[in-house]
């Protein structure tokens, strides 16, 4: 087991390092000068060289990458351009914002799409199975962006129940939370419906069922227990992405003040050091998340640690 787990804390290490790897080349190797982009446009040449020495874009590629790889390890990564700011600390200061409406979606997800999902598959072609698979059909079909923005003109323009941007009193959550959750809650449906089919179709099953075991402990004990692994699997790498790819779409349109909104600004301002810090925290929390899918996948099913 320690063999095990000392060989997937190296497999993260190194994918971590490699990021940091592309991150650094990337921004130093693109056609944008970060120096030009800082200065105003009276600037003098004078101004442009010293700029260049203060972040040490005047030293060869190779020591600009050391220094980075050092400075990485402790946390640092440069100054903000826009804020004149450590980049870290700037980019952690939207965090806790995108925490709590990232739990909130996913607490959210977990509960309705593992509800759904298990009683779809006790009771197939049911009136709750047919509209689970409909609704999650829609949610994985549907993009963010509409989504949001359907909501928007609906909830908070036509009928004005809830505020449109922004973070304040708990109405602030709910459009973007649910329009986060909305692909989660598909996914976990459709993923949870299937493993507990074939869970509830197993040997294992139909012996516990002879034997007398109440109904209720032989699905949330004998059939999930071994359909959970896929989707542990599923809400764990949901937790990234809704810090990756749909967070960064539903704190824009609503105008969130979580990372996403921060990193989508950043980009367009050319605010590499802020960018790359965001590129490296999401890198770190979905390299954390799949370390820890795959320990639980070791005491869930023992045969994997031996593969």
Sequence with gaps: ??????????IAALTIFAVLSVVFF?????????VALMLPPEATPQDAQALTEKFGLDKPLAVQYVNFLKNA????????????????QVMFQTVPATLKLGLMALAFSILVGLSVGIISAVKPDSIIDRVGRVFALAGMSLPAFWVG????LF????LRWLPIAGKGTYLHYIMPAFCLSLYPIALITRLSRSSMLDALKSDYVVMARIKGVP???VIMVHALKNASIPILTVIFSIMGTLLVGRAVVVEFIFSWP?????AMESFFARDYPVVQVFVVFVTFVV??????VDILYAYIDHRIRYQ
């Design 1 to 10: 087991m320690q063999g095990y787990i000392i060989k997937r804390v190296l």
């Design 149 to 152: 923005v359907m909501l928007i």
């Design 215 to 217: 109904e209720f402990h």
């Design 155 to 158: 909830f908070g323009v036509t």
């Design 258 to 262: 979580g990372i996403g909104k921060l």
């Design 73 to 88: 390890v402790h946390g640092d990564f440069g100054i903000s351009f826009r804020f004149n700011e450590s980049a870290a």
């Design 287 to 292: 390299v954390t998340l799949n370390l820890i």
């Design 26 to 34: 990337v921004f130093r190797l693109g056609p944008a000068d970060p």
